[in-house]
């Protein structure tokens, strides 16, 4: 494996992915790549179409680039491409970029490991969440998971809340990484 290792904090809206990714690098002295697709919401004043997928995309790998370029032995990201398809099938049905998909599929493969954040956590208001129906966020999570599972990805269940939550998400890094040493 290619240092530094690549972990993607990954699920639906309202998962605990930021909260979970920013701990991660404080607890291992690493840095994380946050979600471009906020900020780039903010400085649109929350309109958000087609026409900007392309820009989030890429505005999302510089965002994971810098990240890595700082990092020693492992980088979180704190969404990726793969979840960039996920929400443009859903927000914009067809209108994904073709390299967007192509590049997501290719990344997909070099991370070390997913860290799916099952969506056992209430949900949490925010004015960029689209799903705070329970039905709702049950076929989100469906999906993210089979993105998961349909490609055969490395992962690891994210259950539980605040302490455990990260307990569990530490221990998966700590195994990775015990596992890179023991090569």
Known sequence: MKLPLRVAVFGPESTGKTVLAA?????????????HVREYW?????????EDL???????????EAAVARARRVVFCDTELLTCTLWNDLLFPGA??????AEAERRARGYALYLHCVDDLPFAPDPQRCFPGAEERSRAAARWREALVSRALPRVDITGAGPDRERRAV??????LAELAAR
Do not use: N, S, T, Y
């Open 171 to 176: 221990a998966a890094v700590e195994r990775l």
């Open 23 to 35: 701990r991660l690098a404080a607890h291992f002295g690493e840095p994380w790549a946050p979600e």
């Open 96 to 101: 994904c970029p073709p390299w967007v998909r």
């Open 54 to 64: 392309d820009a989030i995309a890429r505005g999302q790998l510089a965002l994971e």
């Open 42 to 50: 903010d400085r649109a004043g929350g309109r958000i179409g087609p």
